[in-house]
């Protein structure tokens, strides 16, 4: 059941602020390291390429034509274990050198990024997951007792059973991840220099190329990483993209660590994919606003690709739902047999249609699933996607096995609808309590439902307009 007020939002995870300042602090380190390695190649000429210079010492920490060796290889080995400590200082260590080294003498993960700068955004990324999975379980009914569920957010986050490995876990990944970057950067910062110098190139030339290469700036050649898609990404990019990820991961972890504790308290959580709902979301996402999923099976759904904006949100499954927009639907919950009982359904108004009084359902036919094929070739030709769903055996599908298939079981739904329509027919489930629930055409069935089949049978009733 898709929340309807969400869906045009264009921050469903409500964490863009966040985002925003982690990208800009990331740009903020790259600016300093840009500065220092322009201060490096033109101010101090470490390379020895002019004949004059007046500064001999800034905040790189080099002194003037450092690097004026002999061959150029031996000039481009030496900037690079430059480069690599200053990325060392700008983007792991805080500016501080010492501190990594330190913490990881007392760290079982020598990996660990708890030491670094981003923890703050990790850290408040994964706390807003844990208030916002609250919140929406507020939302349906579940009371919260923060006690059982490990306290305040602050503290669950470190202390709490559910969430002390999953904090870790973030903690790594987007260490190595931005190690990864750097690693790519000083690999392309290598090739630069080695053509730059070369070609001959005069130092204010090779910073440019440098720039251009890191940050994606300016003018000259451009040796950044190139993508799947054949796109140059500079390593600040590369850097940007991360630091957006990585909030929408630790958010939904949080996410997920929370409705596994209300799950351990005995409540059934399902989870629901909801996306932006703008013109950004992508082909990827689109297709699963919506869709229903396990705790287990939602477990890394999320993020589905770099800067990806979707959220998970609870869902507590309640058989006697009836997840459309009819206003005061009726709901039979009485047996029913297939030798013609009239049914009066309470009066309705059928969104999308011409029925806005009480309608009389006569003639109930009644078909289970052995014979869902028969049903299918009453009022659909058969194709390959018709097929293919014919033959799938749905008390056997898991949710996440139903992602890509529920949107062509939801369009042959629809045409159930409209070959119904015509014959003044409609589709009703029933539940295995007896309970019947009006199917109409503009209603899309969820993956859970869909999992769910082996406990309806689809029937097919007469349709009569009262006269």
């Known amino acids: 059941m898709i929340s309807l007020f969400l869906t045009n939002s264009i921050d469903p995870t409500r964490t863009i602020t966040l985002r925003n300042k982690f990208v800009a602090e990331m740009r903020n380190r790259f600016a300093s390291l840009m500065i220092d390695i322009r201060q490096a190649v033109i101010e101090l000429d470490v390379f ?13 920490g080099l002194s003037s034509k450092q690097y004026d060796f002999p061959r150029n ?23 501080k050198q010492g501190l990594r080294m330190a913490f990881d003498l007392i760290s079982s993960d020598p990996n660990s990024a708890r030491s670094t700068w981003m923890k703050l955004y990790i850290d408040s990324a994964y706390q807003q997951g844990i208030r916002r999975a609250r919140q929406e379980l507020r939302k349906k009914g579940i009371e919260i007792d923060e006690g059982q569920l490990g306290g305040e957010p602050i503290v669950s986050t470190f202390n709490g059973p559910v969430h002390a490995d999953r904090v870790g876990l973030i903690y790594t990944r987007a260490y190595s991840s931005l190690q990864g970057i750097t690693a790519e950067m000083e690999s392309v910062v290598s090739d630069v220099l080695a053509m730059g110098l070369a070609d001959g190139r005069g130092p204010r030339e090779i910073a440019r190329l440098l720039n251009k290469a890191i940050t994606g700036d300016g003018t000259g050649a451009d040796l950044s ?19 957006r990820t990585e909030v929408i991961r630790a958010h939904h972890s949080a996410n997920i ?14 989870v629901e994919w909801l996306t ?8 990827k996402c689109s297709p699963l606003n919506g869709v229903l999923f396990s705790i287990d099976d939602a477990e890394y759904i999320i993020p589905a690709h770099p800067q990806c904006r979707c959220v998970a949100l609870p869902y507590i499954p309640d058989e006697k739902e009836i997840s459309s927009p009819i206003d005061n639907p009726g709901l039979l919950s009485r047996d029913f047999s297939s030798d013609g009982t009239d049914f009066t359904l309470n009066p309705i108004k059928q969104w999308g249609g011409n029925f806005d009084k009480p309608m009389t359902y006569e003639n109930v036919i009644e078909y289970d699933l052995k014979r869902r094929e028969k049903f299918i070739d009453l009022f659909l030709d058969h194709t390959k996607s018709d097929e293919v769903i014919q033959n799938l055996d749905l008390s056997k599908l898991k949710s996440y096995q139903t992602t890509v298939f529920t949107k062509q079981v939801n369009d042959m739904i629809v045409k159930f609808d409209q070959e119904l329509y015509k014959k ?3 589709i009703v489930f029933k539940l295995s309590d007896g309970t019947l629930l009006l199917k109409d055409g503009n209603h899309r069935v969820n993956a859970a439902k869909l999992s769910g089949l082996k406990n309806l049978d689809f029937i097919v009733i007469e349709l009569i307009k009262d006269k």
Do not use: H
């Open 48 to 60: 020895g390429l002019v004949e004059e210079t007046r500064v001999t010492v800034n905040a790189s």
């Open 73 to 95: 290889d031996q000039k481009v080995e030496a900037f690079v274990k430059w480069l690599k400590a200053k990325n060392e200082e700008y983007f792991f260590t805080d500016g």
């Open 225 to 243: 990483i190139i993508d799947s898609l054949g796109r140059k990404i500079p390593a600040r990019r590369r850097a940007e993209v991360l630091a």
């Open 257 to 270: 660590g929370e409705y596994k504790a209300a799950g351990i308290l005995g409540i059934n959580v399902q």
């Open 276 to 283: 932006a709902g703008d013109s950004r979301v992508c082909p």
């Open 424 to 426: 003044d027919k409609a």
